[in-house]
């Protein structure tokens, strides 16, 4: 009697366990569907390109203006330093600004503090539109080794200044 109460109870607790499974594997539970469904493509999300870090404490010497090249051996100039001041030359005067590179490789330059040298009429027109062009930047990209502002003024490229 003993080994048939037992044998049944051994029974009970067996078909007990295997309606438990049964309904456990019937039954969807927290994140049960989605690990049912392999065959759904997870999400990845898109893949941002890679944001250009502007070029700080490096001298950059202007090339040219609008495809216009800058003539003379006093060529425009300037440096943004790691504090955000841009400091340079305009062709004729000095000048200095307060620069920062934005996202998205965006450029806003504050208003510039210019020393008031006399210039030749051609060498001061050629500043006041490379400094036009300059305070009013919006955009940049480094195209090969040459940095390119875009600004409303027009487009204005640099060499890298040894």
């Known amino acids: 009697m003993k080994a048939m ?10 078909l007990l366990a295997s309606a438990t499974q049964a309904s456990a594997q019937n039954m969807l539970g927290y994140g049960q569907k989605n690990r049912d469904k392999a065959s759904q493509p997870q999400y990845i999300p898109p893949v941002k390109a890679q944001e250009k870090v502007f070029p700080l404490d490096s001298t950059w010497t ?22 955000y001041r841009a400091r340079g030359f305009g062709g004729c005067n000095t000048f200095a600004a307060t620069a920062f590179p934005l996202k998205e490789q965006h ?56």
């Open 5 to 14: 109460r037992v044998a049944l109870a051994v029974g009970a607790v067996a």
């Open 62 to 83: 202007a090339v040219s203006l609008n495809g216009k090249p800058f003539a003379g051996a006093e060529r425009p100039s300037f440096i943004i330093d790691k504090q």
């Open 107 to 162: 450029l806003a330059v504050g208003p510039l503090a210019l020393t008031k040298r006399s210039c030749d009429k051609a060498v001061g027109a050629s500043e006041m539109q490379f400094l036009t062009a300059l305070r009013t930047s919006g955009q940049w990209d480094l195209v090969g080794s040459q940095l390119v502002i875009k600004s409303q003024a027009g487009e204005l490229r640099f060499d890298r200044a040894l």
